[in-house]
């Protein structure tokens, strides 16, 4: 490749998933083209591979559709003018569609020179699919995380997608126990997981009832060793949102104590979202919920088409993780589908089996998906010479 310029690539996260996302993806740009260059927007784990942030990740921790958006109309202004200055070779904008999706149109309106990557597919195939059809306008490529989104992609008349993979396959290995650690899922206490959020508003929202559920599981089960990961900069929220339960957890946020907590834990209580997937490939037997105010309901309910929300259910293509939603996410309710998961009976074994096939429905220990990504996007940076390629899965249940 010696005739080929460097290429500069220009990233944007809006969250701590996309930020290890574009961390991953820059290593594997790095090994492939090494004299690449990089600027953009994330947080620690980028900076780590030596891009700065434009501003703190913290400044675009919005959620919600109830939430004020005008408050980051600063820092999409402020990004999209940097891409312009920068004029890089491929922009690549990473999950977060709410902020990254405006500089992505910002960007293109000033600029339709610059290739842009959408990083993480959408949720088209769960609600809003128009966007599929607007996204051709301003996204070049979409690389998708889950199997059954090329599909649903070109069925709603997306750009093209293709599946690269998702980053949890590469951390199954750190997630799932040594010999060792599986007899700790099985000794007593059980150590119990509980993820209440990964923004400061749900973890407020719910941690208080996640908190009552868990003593109504150990009344009911008996002692529970509990465990609620987090990221640092979430340290303090999470910290004051448990101060007040009947059983005290321990809060972890280095990476290898939450990845050892993972491969010891017997079962976890999680908010619906990426952590499903994360718990799944971890084999860890789980009950999910979420709560949203009414409204917000009512708009979800028009507008969600499909069969469940939990993430890991959607992939294995059954129900197999229990989910309560709205007015069934109870203390109550959630301890009594916990209990049976923290020992030997046939709904922790059933879910246990439906967990196992993940890794051949999401490839798994095949190619990294850092590395499948980081090709697509020299592909669309023109800095290889291979031709773009569509991948085809079958698409998500449908209700």
């Known amino acids: 490749?010696?005739?080929?310029?460097?290429?500069?690539?220009?990233?944007v996260a809006g969250e701590d998933s996309g930020d290890w996302l574009g961390a991953a993806l820059i290593a594997a740009i790095k090994r492939r083209r090494p004299g690449a260059r990089f600027s953009g927007v994330?947080?620690?784990?980028?900076?780590?591979?030596?891009?700065?942030?434009?501003?703190?990740?913290?400044?675009?921790?919005?959620?919600?559709?109830?939430?004020?958006?005008?408050?980051i109309v600063k820092r999409i202004r402020q990004t999209a003018d940097a891409v312009i200055a920068a004029k890089p070779n491929v922009l690549v904008i990473?999950?977060?569609?709410?902020?990254?999706?405006?500089?992505?149109?910002?960007v293109r309106a000033r600029n339709a020179e610059i290739p842009i990557v959408n990083y993480v597919c959408p949720s088209v195939w769960a609600w809003r699919p128009g966007r599929a059809r607007a996204m051709r306008s301003y996204v070049d490529h979409v690389l998708a995380l889950l199997p059954f989104e090329p599909a649903a992609m070109r069925r709603l008349g997306g750009p093209p997608c293709t599946f690269v993979g998702h980053p949890l396959g590469e951390r199954a290995g750190r997630?799932?126990?040594?010999?060792?650690?599986a007899r700790r899922r099985l000794a007593d206490p059980p150590l119990l997981l509980v993820l209440p959020g990964s923004r400061a508003g749900e973890i407020r929202r719910m941690a208080g009832i996640f908190g009552e559920a868990v003593a109504l599981a150990a009344q009911r089960a008996g002692p529970l060793e509990v465990v609620v990961p987090s990221v640092p900069r979430l340290a303090g929220t999470v910290k004051a949102a448990v101060a007040s339960w009947?059983?005290?957890?321990?809060?972890?946020?280095?990476?290898?104590?939450?990845?050892?907590?993972?491969?010891?834990?017997r079962a976890a209580l999680t908010k619906s979202g990426t952590s499903t997937l994360e718990l799944a490939v971890a084999g860890i037997p789980m009950v999910a919920g979420y709560k949203v105010p009414l409204f917000e309901e009512l708009i979800a309910r028009m507008l969600?088409?499909?069969?469940?929300?939990?993430?890991?259910?959607?992939?294995?293509?059954?129900?197999?993780?229990?989910?309560?939603?709205?007015?069934?996410?109870?203390?109550?309710?959630?301890?009594?589908?916990?209990?049976p998961l923290l020992s030997d009976t046939s709904q922790r074994r059933r879910q246990?089996?439906?967990?196992?096939?993940?890794?051949?429905?999401?490839?798994?220990?095949?190619?990294?998906?850092s590395d499948?990504?980081?090709?697509?996007?020299?592909?669309?940076?023109?800095?290889i010479g291979q031709p773009r390629r569509e991948t085809v899965a079958s698409g998500p249940p449908r209700a």
Do not use: W, Y
């Not at 980081?374 to 800095?383: E, K, R």
């Open 1 to 11: 490749m010696s005739g080929i310029p460097a290429p500069h690539v220009f990233l």
């Open 42 to 71: 994330g947080g620690v784990q980028m900076a780590g591979e030596g891009v700065p942030s434009l501003f703190p990740l913290g400044d675009l921790a919005i959620m919600g559709i109830a939430e004020n958006l005008s408050k």
């Open 94 to 106: 990473i999950d977060s569609p709410e902020f990254t999706h405006r500089v992505a149109r910002r």
């Open 175 to 181: 997630l799932r126990p040594s010999a060792e650690e």
């Open 246 to 265: 009947p059983i005290a957890p321990r809060v972890v946020t280095e990476p290898d104590e939450r990845d050892a907590a993972f491969r010891a834990a």
């Open 304 to 339: 969600i088409n499909v069969q469940s929300v939990i993430l890991a259910n959607l992939v294995l293509g059954e129900n197999a993780v229990p989910e309560l939603l709205q007015r069934e996410f109870t203390p109550e309710r959630l301890a009594v589908a916990l209990v």
């Open 352 to 369: 246990i089996d439906a967990l196992a096939r993940l890794d051949v429905i999401m490839e798994i220990g095949q190619a990294a998906p």
């Open 372 to 383: 499948r990504a980081a090709a697509a996007v020299l592909d669309c940076a023109g800095a």
